[in-house]
């Protein structure tokens, strides 16, 4: 398989707690990538930034919760800085 090379890419996955979110952040790592994870949980996100770290990749978590606007706006403004390049949205729907 061939991997598409993101060295100097930054990443931004919503879900990225999640299995799927992980999935997508540890490929997205190996392929060079810089990966923000987002989402709700924050010690998903440290286990998922664990296992990116592992396989060599550089991360970063943010907790933000992408149904609620205001955490949205947040998470604007804190990663207003970042150059993102990848956007993967992994948030599943559920009911409350």
């Keep these: ?17 999640g299995p799927l979110g992980r999935a997508f952040s540890v490929g997205l790592g190996r392929a060079g990538a810089r990966v923000i994870l987002v989402g709700r949980n924050e010690q998903a996100l440290a ?19 992408v149904s609620d606007p205001a955490s949205v706006t947040a998470l604007t403004d804190t990663l207003a800085d970042e150059n993102i390049s990848v956007l993967v949205k992994m948030r599943a729907s559920r009911a409350r």
Excluded at 1 to 17: D, E, F, H, N
């Design 47 to 65: 286990g998922a930034a664990a296992r990116v770290a592992e396989e060599g990749g550089a991360t970063r978590t943010a907790m933000c919760d």
């Design 1 to 17: 398989m061939t991997i598409l090379p993101l060295q100097g890419r930054t990443a931004l996955v919503s879900g990225g707690g």
